[in-house]
Nanobody
Framework: QLKVVESGGGLVQSGGSLRLSCAAS????????IGWFRQAPGKAREGISC????????YYGDSILGRFTISRDHAKNTVYLEMNSLKPEDTAVYYC????????????????WGQGTQVSVSS
């Protein structure tokens, strides 16, 4: 099982920043693509960003392009999502997952979901 643990969410004002962490449990995250998803209240879960396994190429959905940055810390076996210029519409539970490859900005998931981390942005 490719298990992950998300953390770093919180309540921020519009325009603020947060850094989310996705810690791999029981596997080496460098060997897998890692994707971030989010699910807003009443909406379906959507992929928003992906980082590929071998070349570290990064991909972003239009809604976060230029504001969010995905990166890896090899030593900590962790993938981050740096979120800047946050907007109220970014309010959601954020999840990460491991997969075989990035299909654009959505990971082809094979790992299990974590518990997610809540991000709330006030106007």
């Amino acid at each position: 099982q490719l298990k992950v643990v998300e953390s770093g969410g919180g309540l921020v004002q519009s325009g603020g920043s947060l850094r989310l962490s996705c810690a791999a449990s029981g596997f080496i995250s460098d060997y897998y693509a890692i994707g971030w998803f989010r699910q807003a209240p009443g909406k379906a879960r959507e992929g928003i960003s992906c980082i590929s396994a071998h070349d570290g190429r990064t991909y972003y959905g239009d809604s976060i392009l230029g504001r969010f940055t995905i990166s890896r810390d090899h030593a900590k076996n962790t993938v981050y999502l740096e979120m800047n210029s946050l907007k109220p519409e970014d309010t959601a539970v954020y999840y990460c997952a491991a997969g075989d490859y990035c299909s654009g900005y959505v990971v082809y998931r094979k790992g299990s979901w974590g518990q997610g981390t809540q991000v709330s942005v006030s106007s």
